[in-house]
């Protein structure tokens, strides 16, 4: 009789506890209902990461950005290539082994020194021809003095003692010319050397080198031992964009900046446009001509600086109100509430007066703090 009454009391323990759950249900129902329970989480968006709002704001002052009148401009980046029309190649007279090399790629050399020098097995053929032909001169020499001696007496008709002159004059040509063989061989007839020396043949520097020692070398052949280039004037090759030709002109004149020297401006003459695009980038190589004042270098980055035939109008503002940040330019223009929006905007050229051009992000008569880095520190303290 204990068992029914003990399964009787647990069934009613869990029914008043279910009638207990839904009567809370209901009772916090009623009391979102009624605005006295707890409220739901509000999700707020995001705010403009470039905008930012500081404490007093009239402490960073504001500058009105002035207008200037311009002649549109392009900047491209270009490379210091040499002149080939001002390159000299240096060849070897003789084929054989280099045995020595007295100056090396990126050397200054002056015209008339020496470069380098070949064993060559063609000075002993050169003088062996020389000698020969020395001897039979002087056997030629002899039977002409005869001749003549004979003709002087009546023994010989006229014609012999022509015969004789002839072979005479024939060998004194073969004797020079085998001389002229061995001098451009770069050896001395009076004392033959198996050793041929090479000289530069022009002031300039190496600008390439295609020798090491013990390496072999062809007469007069490819590839050439060594090339001299005369860098008092160098060409800049750039790429520009299809879009952009209309803005360059052959005969025109453009501003070089080097990247290792940005505070020297060098003009440069346009020579050149070429006549066929890149397929893949759609550029055209730019050639410039610029008179080196001496600190220019071979493969230097530069950029260059091409100024249209139209003026426009931009925008200028103090230097101190652009910031360089992450390779771009910004400026801050204020906004309403205390806040200011960071602009991006493309920075031109330097003015006087620590003034500087606005190419374009900013409009003439637009307000922008005048001391951007201030602000910014200002920002990333907060």
């Given at each position: 009789?204990?068992?029914?009454?003990?399964?009787?009391?647990?069934?009613?323990?869990?029914?008043?506890?279910?009638?207990?759950?839904?009567?809370?249900?209901?009772?916090?129902?009623?009391?979102?209902?009624?605005?006295?329970?707890?409220?739901?989480?509000?999700?707020?968006?995001?705010?403009?990461?470039?905008?930012?709002?500081?404490?007093?704001?009239?402490?960073?002052?504001?500058?009105?950005?002035?207008?200037?009148?311009?002649?549109?401009?392009?900047?491209?980046?270009?490379?210091?290539?040499?002149?080939?029309?001002?390159?000299?190649?240096?060849?070897?007279?003789?084929?054989?082994?280099?045995?020595?090399?007295?100056?090396?790629?990126?050397?200054?050399?002056?015209?008339?020194?020496?470069?380098?020098?070949?064993?060559?097995?063609?000075?002993?053929?050169?003088?062996?021809?020389?000698?020969?032909?020395?001897?039979?001169?002087?056997?030629?020499?002899?039977?002409?003095?005869?001749?003549?001696?004979?003709f002087d007496h009546g023994a010989i008709p006229k014609s012999a003692l022509e015969i004789a002159q002839n072979a005479e004059d024939n060998a004194k040509v073969d004797v020079r010319t085998a001389e002229e063989r061995l001098r451009l061989l770069g050896s001395?007839?009076?004392?033959?050397?198996?050793?041929?020396?090479?000289?530069?043949?022009?002031?300039?520097?190496?600008?390439?080198?295609?020798?090491?020692?013990?390496?072999?070398?062809?007469?007069?052949?490819?590839?050439?031992?060594?090339?001299?280039?005369?860098?008092?004037?160098?060409?800049?090759?750039?790429?520009?964009?299809?879009?952009?030709?209309?803005?360059?002109?052959?005969?025109?004149?453009?501003?070089?900046?080097?990247?290792?020297?940005?505070?020297?401006?060098?003009?440069?003459?346009?020579?050149?446009?070429?006549?066929?695009?890149?397929?893949?980038?759609?550029?055209?190589?730019?050639?410039?001509?610029?008179?080196?004042?001496?600190?220019?270098?071979?493969?230097?980055?530069?950029?260059?600086?091409?100024?249209?035939?139209?003026?426009?109008?931009?925008?200028?503002?103090?230097?101190?109100?652009?910031?360089?940040?992450?390779?771009?330019?910004?400026?801050?223009?204020?906004?309403?509430?205390?806040?200011?929006?960071?602009?991006?905007?493309?920075?031109?050229?330097?003015?006087?007066?620590?003034?500087?051009?606005?190419?374009?992000?900013?409009?003439?008569?637009?307000?922008?703090?005048?001391?951007?880095?201030?602000?910014?520190?200002?920002?990333?303290?907060?």
């Amino acid at each position: 009789m204990n068992r029914p009454l003990l399964l009787q009391s647990v069934l009613l323990s869990g029914l008043a506890l279910a009638v207990a759950g839904c009567n809370g249900k209901v009772a916090a129902d009623s009391d979102h209902q009624s605005g006295t329970g707890p409220r739901p989480a509000a999700v707020e968006t995001e705010l403009d990461s470039s905008s930012f709002e500081v404490d007093h704001p009239e402490q960073f002052l504001l500058a009105k950005a002035g207008e200037i009148e311009t002649a549109p401009e392009l900047n491209v980046t270009g490379v210091i290539s040499p002149d080939i029309s001002r390159q000299v190649p240096v060849i070897s007279t003789a084929t054989g082994k280099v045995v020595e090399i007295d100056a090396r790629l990126g050397d200054t050399v002056r015209k008339g020194q020496l470069l380098f020098s070949v064993r060559s097995s063609d000075i002993s053929g050169a003088f062996s021809d020389y000698q020969k032909n020395v001897k039979n001169e002087q056997l030629a020499k002899t039977q002409l003095d005869r001749a003549q001696l004979l003709f002087d007496h009546g023994a010989i008709p006229k014609s012999a003692l022509e015969i004789a002159q002839n072979a005479e004059d024939n060998a004194k040509v073969d004797v020079r010319t085998a001389e002229e063989r061995l001098r451009l061989l770069g050896s001395d007839p009076d004392h033959p050397t198996g050793i041929v020396k090479i000289y530069a043949p022009v002031d300039g520097v190496i600008t390439d080198q295609q020798i090491t020692n013990a390496s072999s070398v062809q007469a007069f052949g490819s590839p050439n031992p060594l090339t001299i280039s005369n860098l008092s004037r160098v060409w800049i090759i750039c790429d520009v964009y299809e879009n952009d030709l209309q803005q360059v002109h052959e005969g025109e004149y453009a501003d070089i900046r080097l990247s290792a020297y940005p505070g020297r401006v060098l003009k440069g003459w346009i020579n050149q446009i070429g006549a066929i695009l890149d397929p893949n980038l759609h550029t055209a190589k730019v050639r410039l001509e610029v008179e080196n004042p001496g600190y220019m270098r071979l493969g230097m980055f530069v950029t260059a600086t091409f100024h249209g035939r139209q003026s426009e109008n931009h925008a200028i503002v103090p230097s101190s109100a652009i910031l360089h940040l992450h390779d771009r330019d910004w400026v801050y223009a204020p906004k309403d509430k205390g806040r200011f929006q960071r602009v991006e905007v493309v920075a031109g050229t330097m003015l006087p007066g620590d003034m500087q051009e606005i190419v374009r992000g900013v409009q003439p008569g637009a307000l922008v703090v005048s001391n951007a880095l201030v602000l910014q520190n200002t920002v990333e303290q907060r």
